[in-house]
């Protein structure tokens, strides 16, 4: 709800396109409000897809240890892009070539930003929430990494020469991954965790992990299943049957 054009406080989009052989075509920083409102929805809706799915599958908690965040690098590169707005070019660069240098993905991309302040509603001790009084404000940004594949050849409509002709361009695709730092927990920001978003569970981009955050994020859906699958079977051996799994699975449900 909160990335839209109504409701949200976003300072500045920019981001990169990058092409297969992990060079950078071009590179944009543009202010939102600048947009006109049909592009302006379009990269909403962007960032609004990295934040969407199930927990603990397509959306996962990466913790942060303690000394990284008193002195780790990835810590410090995040933190310094969320204080400064995404406004310092030597950060925001350092950030895209280090996704660049990791990121194992096929074909052309778009790196996108965008760094919002949410003005957090207060809630007084009767509950009812106050809608135009804040108590804290949440600042963040967003990133994610979207492919860009090739359109079909349509015939399109080109008003200067006021004839129809065939056309094909480049179309950004939904978010493969992206992630929110910091997290948003108990109604503010917790500097020890990010939201990392994968579009499929089972895919999770483990080297874009490994640079960005240098943390080992929890098993996914898939691993989990597979982990817990084999302990049983490695616990039960020859009474591992159908009928046992399916009466643990529905006790635990």
Do not use: W
């Not at 992630?179 to 499929?200: E, Q, T």
């Amino acid at each position: 709800r909160r990335l839209n054009p109504d409701k949200n406080a976003v300072t500045c989009i920019r981001g990169c396109y990058v092409n297969e052989k992990r060079e950078i075509v071009s590179a944009f920083n543009r202010p939102l409000i600048s947009l006109p409102q049909e592009e302006m929805e379009k990269y909403l809706a962007l960032l609004r897809r990295s934040l969407t799915g199930i927990p603990g599958k397509n959306l996962i908690e990466i913790e942060f240890r303690p000394d990284q965040v008193m002195d780790g690098e990835q810590h410090h590169l995040l933190s310094a892009m969320r204080n400064t707005q995404l406004k310092v070019e030597e950060g925001v660069q350092a950030f895209y070539q280090k996704v660049i240098d990791s990121l194992e993905m096929e074909g052309n991309y778009l790196l996108l930003l965008a760094s919002d302040a949410y003005d957090v509603p207060f809630h007084p001790k009767d509950e009812m929430k106050v809608d135009d009084a804040s108590e804290e404000v949440f600042n963040y940004f967003l990133c994610c990494v979207c492919p860009v594949k090739d359109s079909k050849v349509e015939l399109g409509y080109f008003p200067g020469e006021n004839e129809f002709h065939s056309r094909a361009g480049q179309v950004v695709a939904p978010p493969e991954l992206g992630f929110l730092f910091p997290a948003f927990d108990g109604r503010a920001a917790n500097l020890y965790n990010a939201l990392f978003y994968s579009k499929k569970a089972d895919q999770i981009h483990q080297e874009f992990i490994d640079a960005v955050f240098h943390t080992e994020p929890p098993m996914s859906a898939a691993e989990q299943k597979e982990a817990f699958q084999s302990a049983l079977r490695e616990g039960l051996g020859d009474a591992c049957t159908v009928e046992v799994v399916q009466a643990i699975h529905e006790r635990l449900l």
